[in-house]
């Protein structure tokens, strides 16, 4: 994986949470949240926290003598998170690398993930150092997305770029985002880092947006995709943007836009 697909700098972290959140995030957040309130737990561990969707929307369910610990690589995004969050004792923040978390063993009751093992340079690591930290029984929740085809707006920038771009074409959300959808390796990882129990539920959903202009923003102005569009060309950020959002038009109307998105939900057992 190249560096660049994990580098959340500059105005990427505002625009991931301004337009990407809402777009394909915020639903699978509330079912995260859903999911581990479910589970009582007293101390959680968030890994890849991102701009907070989750951390937002989990904070609420906890219960009010929970300690949660909210963690990102990148300081930008962790900062711009708490910055989002409402005042709470009970979190706290602190940039965290998932493949060597700076926590003793048998530290937690849960951790949960999401979207982010895809990013993991070595998800064997990671899988072990989230075995590490929970308690015996604890759970380790997170979710994938589906490969692209799969998720319909992802598919359209990816296809808008290729046009724009048919030398070497920006190839960020099939490989990365879009890259780790296999529920047979997905399980079998888990099982050689040491999870004893491990469900996967496939779970599909609408993606709505006011305008053709919002995914393509969302894609290409608030994830690492910008990084590869200005690698290309450092002045064709606007025309890849307008790209994308006229392929979307042409798909799906030039009025309020909605399409699938699909992802796998994990839960297993330390």
């Not at 697909?5 to 957040?29: H, K, M, Q, T, W």
């Not at 075995?131 to 604890?138: A, D, F, I, N, S």
């Not at 910008?226 to 307008?242: C, P, Q």
Request: with cysteine.
């Amino acid at each position: 994986m190249p560096e660049t697909d994990r580098e959340f700098a500059g105005s990427i972290p505002e625009n991931y949470d301004r337009y990407l959140v809402p777009l394909i995030f915020e639903s699978f957040a509330q079912d995260i949240a859903q999911r581990v309130a479910a589970l009582s737990p007293r101390t959680v561990l968030e890994t890849a926290a991102g701009s907070g969707v989750v951390t937002r929307a989990l904070a609420p369910r906890l219960s009010p003598d929970a300690s949660y610990v909210v963690t990102d690589l990148n300081q930008p995004m962790l900062d711009y998170a708490a910055m989002r969050q409402a005042a709470d004792n009970r979190i706290s923040w602190r940039k965290a690398d998932a493949l060597a978390l700076p926590f003793e063993d048998a530290a937690f009751d849960l951790v949960c993930c999401q979207f982010g093992v895809m990013f993991f340079p070595d998800r064997q690591s990671g899988y072990r150092e989230a075995k590490r930290v929970l308690k015996p029984g604890g759970h380790f929740l997170f979710n994938v997305w589906d490969r692209i085809e799969e998720n319909v707006f992802a598919n359209d920038v990816t296809n808008a770029l290729a046009e724009l771009f048919p030398g070497d074409p920006p190839r960020f959300l099939a490989r990365t985002p879009h890259g780790y959808h296999d529920p047979a390796l997905i399980q079998s990882e888990l099982e050689k880092a040491g999870f004893s129990s491990v469900a996967i539920e496939t779970r599909a959903g609408q993606s709505r947006a006011p305008s053709p202009r919002h995914p393509a923003v969302a894609y290409c102005q608030g994830t690492p995709l910008r990084n590869e569009i200005e690698a290309r060309d450092a002045d064709k950020l606007e025309a890849a943007t307008n790209h994308a959002a006229s392929r979307i038009a042409n798909r799906h109307g030039n009025g309020e836009v909605a399409a699938k998105i699909q992802a796998h939900v994990i839960v297993a057992v330390a």
